[in-house]
């Protein structure tokens, strides 16, 4: 039995939500598709050709678009909604430290490491008050930017390059200790709120004994 991602049953569950029905046709529209590629090449298309496969036999083809996200600068990634993917951008300069071969081109590639790392750095924060991102959000956003730039650092033995991940370059510790704090608050709360439900029903099954109690002393003062 064939099965579809969850992706494309929620798109397909969206078009059908959205659907119209016009001269007795039903239409649905699906969201528009890209695929993205964190780094392309020479031989990266401009548009792919995707065929849908309905039964009995009948194919339909169309094309999408391609993004090349290194293409585009910090702005751009930002402007096109694609926040998510800014760590990637650190990939850019890759090809550079691969390259690296004296001391001065190394100087150099170390310093393009320190600054793209710290407009990225700017770019995450940002994503705050500019898109909504939670706190929890920005922090993995600069954890997976940290790490992107040790495995290159290190990959390539750039000294200066993993210096930089210290915290107060990356200057991410004060956000990570609000975020711990907020989850500790919000366990310390849900436990408190469960203790004191526990301790609610204890009270309420002491006022009931007592209740009982208190009638059973009226009935036998009203015999008497």
Do not use: H
Request: charged share 30%; with cysteine; net charge neutral.
């Amino acid at each position: 039995m064939q099965t579809w991602p969850s992706g494309c049953l929620s798109s397909y569950a969206q078009a059908l939500k959205e659907k119209k029905i016009e001269a007795g046709v039903i239409i649905l529209s699906f969201p528009q598709a890209a695929v993205i590629y964190l780094e392309a090449n020479k031989t990266t298309p401009e548009q792919l050709e995707i065929q849908m496969v309905f039964a009995p036999r009948k194919r339909y083809s169309f094309r999408i678009q391609t993004v090349k996200l290194l293409e585009y600068s910090i702005e751009g990634i930002v402007e096109g909604g694609l926040s998510a993917l800014l760590p990637f951008y650190i990939l850019k300069l890759r090809k550079a430290a691969r390259q690296t071969v004296g001391a001065a081109e190394r100087k150099e590639v170390e310093r393009a490491f320190r600054e793209v790392g710290m407009q990225l750095k700017e770019a995450i924060e940002g994503c705050g008050e500019r898109e909504g991102y939670s706190d929890e959000d920005i922090v993995t956003l600069l954890e997976r930017l940290e790490g992107l730039i040790e495995y290159i650092g290190k990959g390539y033995k750039l000294r200066e390059v993993t210096t930089m991940l210290d915290e107060s370059l990356m200057g991410y510790g004060k956000r990570l200790s609000l975020v711990a704090e907020r989850k500790g608050l919000q366990e310390g709360l849900r436990k408190g709120l469960q203790e004191g439900a526990v301790e609610r029903q204890r009270l309420e099954q002491e006022n009931e004994g007592l209740r009982r109690e208190l009638e059973e002393l009226r009935r036998k003062l009203s015999e008497n």
